[in-house]
């Protein structure tokens, strides 16, 4: 079973737009961080060292896929993404949940606008390039392999 629940998720991201791969991550990572949040909070670190981990991967890709010169928000997204970054890290190395509450704070807005992009099929998202690791044969960002 679990076989065709991974071959169902390669094939969607592999056959997702560009629009929806960032939806996706987005979607992936707000889950990881809400999750962190709650594993934190009982006192699971490992747990939360995880999937925090996991969390700054889909991080490390969205900075690495854009483009900042492409529009006028793109450095100011680039700073965020990096703040992100730096935050999901220091919450893991802390194991503080109040730390990973704060980037849950930022990731959620962030993640309904891209959304709402998304749906409308906006001209003025920011070019984003494929995602590399997407590509290779081995585990994406997304989980799935």
Known sequence: MYDVRSRYLADTVATAGPSRLLTMLYDRLLLDVERAEVALEAGHRTEGTRLLAHAEDIVAELISSLDAGAWDGGPGLMALYSYLNSELLGASLAGSAERVAACREIIAPLRDAWCE?????????????????????????????
């Open 117 to 145: 992009a998304a749906f409308l099929d906006s001209p003025a998202l920011p070019a984003q390039r494929t995602a590399p690791v997407l590509e290779s044969a081995g585990l994406g960002v997304l989980g799935v392999g």
